[in-house]
């Protein structure tokens, strides 16, 4: 369960447009990540120059990683953190008691950043 500290240190760092769509945009590119340059040309451009300071501070705050791709850093979320960063919010959603929350909480906290397999659905 995270702690108040780290849930403060996370939403801080999200608090701020750039990182928050750059946090974005890492759950959508899911596990593959995106370069430092790709995620400047997916917001336009404008904060290329920044870049590395925003990458800077969500690393720092634990909710991204990074790895080498050859020439290129790849930027990943951490989904686990965001997990459970949801997690430390919902956590006594109906004081404790909400069967919906425990199950989202619960499913989210097994996402990978990777897509689900996914049974085929059967015909009766």
Known sequence: MMKEEQALTSFAAISQETRLRIVRLLVVAGAE???AG???EKL???VVP???FHL???DHAGLIESR???RFIVYSAIFPALSDLVAFLMHDCCQGHCQYCDRAISLFAKCEGRPAT???VGRD
């Open 68 to 70: 080498r791709n050859g």
């Open 50 to 52: 920044r870049i590395s």
């Open 44 to 46: 336009g451009g404008s």
């Open 33 to 35: 990540g995106l370069s």
């Open 56 to 58: 800077s501070q969500l």
């Open 38 to 40: 790709a995620i400047a």
């Open 118 to 120: 996914v049974a085929p």
